[in-house]
């Protein structure tokens, strides 16, 4: 049983700075790339970050520059830095692996965890 949990999020002025964390229990978890995904009120889940097993990075175009995803291994978790937030970065944000299919990259696990609220608002 794969567990996935979120932590880290928060109310945030324009401009300020927060570090989520996914701590992932039950998988391999270095074996796996992973992603950090995010859901604002009335929109569809959107993936916004992805690091490969070896390191590889990749963004998506609206927070590329200002988020930075790592990860530690040894701690099975996954982290996503975000600096210069926007009130557009307002979302639920949540981990999951991801598989790599068909030139896309896919959810691995159905069941999500709790998510962590991010709250970009003067």
């Known amino acids: 049983q794969v567990q996935l949990v979120e932590s880290g999020g928060g109310l945030v002025q324009p401009g300020g700075s927060l570090r989520l964390s996914c701590v992932v229990s039950g998988s391999r978890f270095s074996d796996n790339a992973m992603g950090w995904y995010r859901q604002a009120p009335g929109k569809q889940r959107e993936l916004v970050a992805s690091i490969t097993n070896t390191g590889n990075t990749n963004y998506a175009e609206s927070v590329k520059g200002r988020f930075t995803i790592s990860r530690d291994n040894a701690e099975n978790t996954v982290y996503l830095q975000m600096n210069s937030l926007k009130p557009e970065d307002t979302a639920a944000y949540y981990c999951?692996?991801?598989?790599?299919?068909?030139?896309?990259?896919?959810?691995?696990?159905?069941?999500w965890g709790q998510g962590t609220q991010v709250t970009v608002s003067s």
């Open positions: 999951n692996a991801l598989w790599w299919v068909r030139g896309s990259w896919l959810a691995v696990y159905d069941d």
